[in-house]
């Protein structure tokens, strides 16, 4: 009964801004490691960025100096600000955690990101 929501995907143009968020239906005390994977149409499903429970982040090469990941604990609420789009990051972007204690995976139904002209 774990669920996770992604929103804030859409369309933007290339060195535009998107900030998406994952909401989840428990405390984010029960999830240990979260991240954000992106999908593009037949490419393989890739990890963008992910932060601990103590909040020590790790991003992708190609995505260094322009997303930030961020939790915030009260809220329930994980975000990746994405700045400086270009057309390479568009994909379908999903939401990830991994449950205390059970390593149990969850993931998000995904949100759409394009960045085109």
């Known amino acids: 009964q774990v669920q996770l929501v992604e929103s804030g995907g859409g369309l933007v143009q290339p060195g535009g801004s998107l900030r998406l968020s994952c909401a989840a239906s428990v405390g984010f005390f029960s999830f240990n490691d979260m991240g954000w994977y992106r999908q593009a149409p037949g490419k393989e499903r890739e990890l963008v960025a992910s932060?601990?429970?103590?909040?020590?982040?790790n991003y992708a090469d190609s995505v260094k100096g322009r997303f930030t990941i961020s939790r915030d604990n009260a809220r329930n609420t994980m975000y990746l600000q994405m700045n400086g789009l270009k057309p390479e990051d568009t994909a379908v972007y999903y939401c990830?955690?991994?449950?205390?204690?059970?390593?149990?995976?969850?993931w998000g139904q995904g949100t759409q990101v394009t960045v085109s002209s």
């Open positions: 990830n955690a991994k449950q205390r204690f059970t390593e149990r995976i969850y």
């Open positions: 932060i601990t429970r103590g909040g020590s982040t």
